[in-house]
C-alpha cells in the first residue's frame, strides 16, 4: 500500500511539475526514420502542423530529431470549473495573464464570465512560447502557427500589442486552439494508427503462413514420391519447385523455417533493432527459396530497416529488387515514414 501511494505521489508531483503548454499531452517515442511531418500527421492528421511539436519540445531543425527522445505532442483539451474559479484565475494559471480571460470567454463562447456555474467544462489552448528572430512581425507568426493571416489581430490582442512590429528576442505566446488538436481527436488518430500497424503486421504473418501451408498441402497432394520425401524431412525444411510445362515458371514453396525467419526479422524491426532485423533478412534472401510473396515480403521490411540505419542507397536498390518481384506493391503513406516513402518513390523512378 506505501509502494502505490509513493508511486501515486510521485506522479502528482511530476504532473505538477509540467509546463502548462503540456497540460494535457500525449508522450511519443520516434522511430529512427520517422520524421516530424509523419508524427504530425499520425496525431493531427496534417504534416504541416508537425510546428506544433517542434515548438514545445524545442526542436529548431526539424529534419534532425534527437536520437531516442520521447517527444511531447501538445493537445487542446478540457477543464472542468471548480467552486471558487473564475476565467481570470484560469487564464493566470493555463495562459500565463489574468488579461487573456477576455480570450477564455471568446474561446469557449462565455458571454457572462460571472456567471460561470462549476462543472462546467471549458477549453484551454495549449501555449507555444516563441522567441522573435530578426525580421519578424505578428503577421509572420500567424503565418507560421494558424497557416494564414487573418489571426494576427487576435494574435496581437494575446500578448497586449498595439502594432505588429517585433523586438529580436522578446517572447511572443501563441495560443493553439485548433480543433484537430483536441485530446480526444488526436488520442483517438493514435490509437488508429496503431490498430492499423497491428493489423498490416498480423495480416503479414497470416499471409506467409498460409502460403506454407496451401504451398506444403499441395506438394502433399501432387504425388506419392513427395508425399514419402515429407515423411523424411521435418516441415521446416520441405522445399518443394513445382515446374510447369516448358520449364520455365517455377512456383517455390518457402521453407517454414525461412517464413519463420521472415517473421522474427518483422518483429526485430518494430522493435528497433535494425541491424538484426538486417542481418536475418539478408541471410533468408542469400538462399533464394522464398516464394514469390515472401521474397517481395522480406525485401520491404529490409528496405524499411536499411533506411532506419541511414543505409538509402541500399535500402533504395532492395525498393527496386522488390518491385521486380511485385510491381504493383505500394506503401501505406500514414503507417509509412516520409522517409522511407521517399527513398521508394526513387526506386520506383529508378526501375
Not at 533504395?316 to 501505406?332: G, I, K
Request: proline share 5%.
Amino acid at each position: 500500500m506505501r509502494i502505490k501511494l509513493s508511486c501515486v505521489v510521485i506522479a502528482a508531483a511530476l504532473w505538477l511539475m509540467l509546463p502548462t503548454s503540456r497540460a494535457l499531452a500525449l508522450k511519443y517515442r520516434p522511430k529512427p526514420e520517422e520524421t516530424l511531418s509523419h508524427i504530425a500527421l499520425i496525431h493531427y492528421g496534417d504534416p504541416k502542423k508537425y510546428i506544433y511539436i517542434a515548438a514545445v519540445n524545442g526542436i529548431s531543425n526539424p529534419d534532425k530529431l534527437p536520437s531516442g527522445k520521447t517527444l511531447w505532442v501538445p493537445t487542446v483539451w478540457k477543464y472542468r470549473i471548480k467552486k471558487g474559479d473564475s476565467l481570470s484565475s484560469i487564464a493566470i494559471r493555463y495562459l500565463k495573464d489574468s488579461n487573456r480571460s477576455e480570450f477564455l470567454a471568446w474561446l469557449n463562447r462565455i458571454h457572462h464570465p460571472k456567471d460561470l456555474k462549476a462543472g462546467t467544462l471549458i477549453k484551454i489552448p495549449f501555449l507555444i512560447s516563441h522567441r522573435v528572430q530578426q525580421g519578424q512581425t505578428m503577421v509572420d507568426l500567424a503565418r507560421r502557427y494558424y497557416f494564414k493571416s487573418k489571426p494576427t489581430s487576435l494574435l496581437r490582442k494575446f500578448n497586449g500589442k498595439r502594432t505588429n512590429a517585433l523586438k529580436p528576442g522578446e517572447i511572443v505566446y501563441v495560443p493553439i486552439f485548433d480543433h484537430e488538436a483536441s485530446f480526444d481527436k488526436v488520442k483517438e488518430r493514435l490509437k488508429d494508427f496503431k490498430e492499423r500497424e497491428a493489423k498490416i503486421a498480423a495480416a503479414a504473418r497470416e499471409r506467409t503462413q498460409r502460403e506454407v501451408t496451401a504451398k506444403n498441402s499441395a506438394a502433399v497432394a501432387s504425388g506419392p514420391d513427395t508425399k514419402s520425401d515429407l515423411k523424411k524431412s521435418s516441415v521446416a525444411e520441405v522445399i518443394k519447385v513445382l515446374e510447369s510445362d516448358d520449364g520455365k515458371n517455377d512456383v517455390r514453396v518457402t521453407p517454414a523455417g525461412d517464413a519463420a525467419l521472415i517473421r522474427k526479422g518483422f518483429a526485430q524491426y518494430r522493435n528497433g533493432e535494425y541491424d538484426l532485423a538486417r542481418a536475418n533478412l539478408m541471410r533468408v534472401l542469400e538462399k533464394n527459396k522464398l516464394s514469390q510473396a515472401d521474397e517481395a515480403e522480406a525485401r520491404e521490411i529490409l528496405a524499411c530497416s536499411l533506411v532506419a540505419l541511414d543505409r538509402n542507397k541500399e535500402a533504395e536498390h532492395e525498393f527496386v529488387r522488390l518491385l521486380m518481384v511485385a510491381p504493383e506493391r505500394t506503401l501505406d503513406p500514414v503507417t509509412t515514414s516520409p522517409k522511407i516513402l521517399a527513398v521508394f518513390k526513387r526506386a520506383r523512378g529508378a526501375r
